[in-house]
């Protein structure tokens, strides 16, 4: 499944597991795992993970701040 680029869906869209995973580019256990482990913002629909697209797309700067800010030392 192709996902179309950052900011091209509405900020409040539900993204599933493997979209995340193909946003992320990423397996889909290591997305499962951040979000078991409460590293990375989901939530649970009738036991399956969830994502909001906002949630991500703030998540993502977040890391790309906290890994600008370790360059930095």
């Known amino acids: 499944m192709?996902?179309?680029e950052r900011g091209a869906l509405p900020a409040d869209d539900i993204l599933t597991l493997r979209e995340v995973a193909g946003l992320l580019k990423v397996a889909?256990?290591?997305v499962y795992t951040m979000a078991r482990q409460g590293e990375m913002p989901a939530f649970k629909?009738?036991?399956q993970w969830r994502f909001r697209r906002r949630d991500?797309?703030?998540w993502i700067d977040r890391q790309q701040s906290a890994d600008a800010?370790?360059?930095s030392k």
């Open 2 to 4: 192709t996902l179309p």
């Open 28 to 30: 889909e256990k290591t």
């Open 45 to 47: 629909v009738r036991g």
């Open 56 to 58: 991500i797309d703030g």
């Open 69 to 71: 800010g370790e360059g």
